[in-house]
């Protein structure tokens, strides 16, 4: 276990800045700490600093890393050793911003929970249905539901949503089976026996 390197405080920004501060910020403190500018017997200790802001830059100029960052610095400790933990930890943040709307939040945090527990139904499926509420990751939500079935073909809740994904993708064929899968186990659900109608109706004619 450690205790994350805050890299806000590394260039000396706020939480809040935004790309424009840091690059600025970062352009400063390279000028002034560059390894160059200093004697050889400061330049080793220059040149690891040097790279700690450079790795600061880095990862606040990137959505994703930042967002991971944020993370860690609200839980103060990461764990090295067990990715499941962090995937769920992942997972909470996740469906804490998914719960409040913030689409694009929620499937940052998803995604780096996939990336830490891959193969988690779970996990596959909230990533997939906060990327069908983001512009242009419907790919990417077809994928993580598809993945979602393959952990878990039986799953009633993840077959419904499927239903959802494949209909929004116009993969009517596949939608229409996951929905009669799905009401295998509720065959009374309204919401159900509507996805069914509208994959029946939208499904091409057989050849």
Same mark, same amino acid.
């Given at each position: 276990m450690r205790e994350p390197v805050d890299y806000y405080a590394v260039l000396g920004v706020a939480r809040n800045s935004g790309e424009?501060?840091? @690059?600025? @910020?970062f352009r400063e403190l390279a000028r002034e700490r560059h390894p160059d500018r200093f004697p050889e017997?400061? /330049?080793? /200790?220059?040149?690891?600093?040097?790279q700690?802001?450079?790795q600061a830059y880095n990862i606040l100029m990137n959505p994703e890393r930042r967002s991971a960052h944020d993370f860690d610095l609200e839980n103060r +400790? +990461?764990?090295? #050793? $067990?990715?499941?933990?962090?995937?769920?930890a992942y997972l +909470? /943040? =996740?469906?804490?911003?998914?719960? $409040? !709307?913030?689409w694009e939040a929620a499937l940052r945090n998803f995604e780096m929970a996939a990336n830490n527990d891959p193969e988690s139904a779970v996990v596959q499926h909230h990533l997939a249905m906060a990327a069908l509420r983001v512009s242009n990751r419907l !790919?990417? &939500? #077809? #994928? &993580?539901?598809?993945? &979602?079935?393959?952990?878990?073909?039986?799953n009633p809740e993840?077959? @419904? $949503?499927? =239903? &959802? +994904?494949f209909r929004q993708a116009g993969l009517w064929t596949r939608a229409e089976k996951c929905y009669l899968e799905a009401m295998r186990w509720t065959p009374d659900s309204p919401e159900l @026996? /509507? =996805?069914?109608? $509208?994959a029946r109706a939208h499904r091409p004619p057989a050849s």
């Open positions: 424009t501060e840091i @690059r600025a @910020r017997g400061l /330049k080793a /200790k220059a040149e690891k600093e040097f700690e802001l450079t +400790v +990461v764990s090295e #050793t $067990d990715p499941r933990a962090i995937a769920q +909470v /943040k =996740g469906n804490e911003a998914y719960r $409040d !709307r913030r !790919r990417l &939500a #077809t #994928t &993580a539901i598809e993945k &979602a079935l393959r952990f878990e073909p039986r993840i077959l @419904r $949503d499927a =239903g &959802a +994904v @026996r /509507k =996805g069914l109608e $509208d």
